[in-house]
């Protein structure tokens, strides 16, 4: 009997229309165009500015492109997992009123919150969700809305981040495809480097919270970007070991990464 593997049979995403340009950040902080290419590679990203709109719109979106690129009904959908660490409110949660919103009303759905990691570690979930023989159709939504936690008198951050949501539909297969291999790992020790300082039960919104600026995302670029380089080439490599491959067989590396240095490094070192 062939191994049940769980593939992903459609990709869609959705992006807002307003660009926010590298020329138009110059305007806002003291950068340019040269100065962020050079560092991220990075020339625009888009930002939601409709009235009233949130993470779970642009993921809403995203499912009903998907939907009707696999040419399937909402109700058909199992379950749905959000990747998101800008939730609409912090209950209910994202994914359900997604569910709401894009029809799927045979469907259960949760957050899952682990910023940069979030659609790996969805997609490691909903794998094992398929692979318990119980959910045939798993809906996996990676969206952010970082215009709304993104400080944009601080160059360092600003630069990096904007707005969209993506979205894979997995499935049961049994040929030879689909999720073959998975590595993850966590480092909390990371926490002092990156972080939303405010909001959650440690430090709860008060009035010196918002005047310190506690609830925008803060980096310390040096430590994460070293930090980030190693670790992704170390796994990369493991897995790449233990399944007998070779670097040189590998097409493509798709890093979740704002920053084309970072991409850059991480190939180089895996080889």
């Known amino acids: 009997m062939s191994k049940i593997r769980s593939a992903i049979t459609a990709v869609n995403g959705w992006v807002p229309d307003y660009v926010l340009t590298n020329e138009e950040l110059s305007k806002m902080v003291d950068t340019n165009d040269e100065w962020i290419i050079s560092r991220t590679g990075i020339r625009e990203r888009r930002i939601l500015k409709e009235?009233?709109?949130?993470?779970?719109?642009m993921a809403s979106r995203a499912v009903e492109g998907l939907l009707k690129k696999r040419g399937i009904s909402p109700e058909e959908i199992d379950l749905c997992i959000v990747s998101t660490i800008t939730p609409d409110m912090t209950f209910p949660n994202t994914a359900s009123l997604v569910c709401e919103k894009a029809g799927l009303k045979n469907a259960w759905g949760f957050d899952l919150n682990a910023a940069c990691c979030g659609f790996l570690f969805g997609l490691e979930t909903a794998n094992n969700f398929i692979l318990s023989g119980k959910y045939k159709k798993v809906i996996l939504v990676g969206a952010d809305m970082m215009s709304t936690i993104t400080d944009y008198t601080d160059r360092k951050s600003c630069i990096l981040f904007g707005d969209a949501a993506g979205a894979v539909l997995l499935e049961p297969t049994i040929e030879d495809m689909g999720v073959m291999d998975t590595l993850l790992k966590v480092h909390g020790i990371g926490a002092p480097y990156l972080n939303l300082k405010a909001g959650g039960s440690l430090r709860p919104?008060?009035?010196?919270?918002?005047?310190?600026?506690?609830?925008?995302?803060f980096q310390d670029g040096q430590p994460v970007y070293k930090f980030a380089v190693k670790s992704m080439a170390d796994v990369a490599e493991e897995v790449i070991k233990r399944n007998n491959l070779t670097s040189e067989s590998i097409a493509y590396l798709v890093p979740h990464q704002a920053n084309k240095r970072i991409i850059d490094a991480t190939a180089e070192r895996a080889g």
């Open 51 to 57: 009235e009233g709109k949130a993470t779970s719109d």
């Open 205 to 217: 919104a008060s009035h010196e919270t918002v005047t310190n600026k506690e609830h925008y995302l």
